[in-house]
């Protein structure tokens, strides 16, 4: 038998299995359902059911089970179930984020919009392929956004629990939306600024991944104040601290592990904690290098490579190393402060672990 701490904290309570199943479950009924209405939607189901079915860390469920169970929570399938709702935000987000940001991958694979684009060329239709590409994938990605609920709704939870989970999954799903458009408009603004990069952080990727995912546990299991306060000290810097991670993976990443080109988030001229601690730290000339890379979608390997050595050499890379260290630490001191089911606290803990030292 394998020692609990040996084994990933999304793997722990069968969770990544349960979550999976409850996922392919759900995705089966609505391909019947589509099948029901036009066999030209069979494209979209099996889209759909490659993208979130295909990969996918399973981090956010994960961040609710441990924060259910820690409150008091009791398993069950059911739980599960409207936990895996998260995954098909997550896939709504991707998808959309993909678009917006013209990736040609993710996971490895062609982006959803590249792949619909893909399909317009080998069956020779009429009009514009990526055009049609974008279209697919914007209403693919709302599909689904509009799943997720039914999702929750429909996984076999008390109408009570539903009711207190409710608030924190809308707040949840407007608070990535917005944060979405932040980051979109610093791209455009060129507004570099470290202050802005930590505000787009927060609401596009920190409250996302871990703080509104336990407080929907802690809401399941209709845990007390202390709890959802120690829940949002811990969430905050840690999701901080993932965000911060994948900001270093989307310019240093090996692309084997991280299913993108590297050097993409240069080419996107992502206005991250990362590009803007090095933008605060060059001299003049080596700042006026990086801003005229940042954004070029020609940039290429010894671009990447000489914007890599700009921050560096900045120290904005140390920098952000050591920002993740500090986030996770005051994550790890707030959850220390009340009083959890001892499996669930280890789980919060390792889970900590999981989303800061990742390399994909």
Request: net charge negative; proline share 4%; aromatic share 6%.
């Amino acid at each position: 038998m394998n020692d609990a701490a040996s084994v990933s904290p999304v793997d722990r309570a069968g969770l990544r299995q349960r979550v999976d199943k409850a996922l392919t479950e759900f995705l089966a009924n609505q391909r019947i359902w589509m099948a029901g209405v036009d066999d030209a939607l069979a494209p979209l189901a099996e889209v759909i059911e490659a993208f979130v079915l295909g990969g996918g860390k399973r981090l956010r469920p994960a961040f609710a089970y441990w924060g259910y169970r820690g409150a008091g929570g009791v398993d069950s399938d059911q739980v599960l179930g409207a936990l895996a709702a998260l995954e098909l935000v997550q896939a709504s987000a991707l998808i959309h984020d993909d678009l917006m940001d013209r990736s040609d991958t993710r996971r490895g694979e062609p982006a959803v919009h590249r792949r619909f684009a893909a399909r317009h060329r080998r069956s020779g239709w009429g009009g514009d392929p990526d055009g049609f590409g974008d279209a697919a994938a914007i209403l693919l990605g709302d599909l689904c956004l509009v799943w997720s609920d039914e999702l929750l709704h429909s996984a076999g939870l008390e109408p009570r629990m539903v009711a207190r989970a409710r608030p924190v999954f809308d707040e949840m799903r407007t608070e990535v939306t917005v944060g979405q458009y932040l980051d979109v408009l610093a791209q455009v603004t060129r507004d570099t600024s470290v202050e802005r990069a930590g505000k787009v952080a927060r609401y596009k990727s920190a409250k996302y991944t871990v703080e509104r995912p336990l407080l929907l546990g802690a809401a399941l299991a209709d845990a007390p104040a202390d709890v959802e306060a120690a829940y949002s000290a811990y969430g905050l810097p840690l999701g901080e601290a993932f965000q911060l991670r994948d900001d270093v993976l989307g310019v240093f990443g090996d692309p084997a592990q991280t299913g993108k080109p590297a050097g993409d988030d240069l080419r996107e001229g992502k206005r991250t904690y990362l590009v803007a601690a090095a933008l605060e730290a060059l001299d003049d000339a080596d700042r006026e290098q990086l801003r005229t890379g940042l954004g070029d979608p020609g940039l290429d390997e010894e671009g990447v490579a000489r914007l890599r050595g700009l921050i560096t050499r900045s120290g904005a890379l140390a920098r952000t190393e050591q920002r993740i260290g500090m986030l996770t630490d005051s994550a790890l001191a707030a959850l220390a402060t009340v009083d959890l089911d001892s499996e669930a606290r280890q789980a919060l803990v390792d889970l900590a672990a999981a989303a800061t030292r990742r390399t994909d």
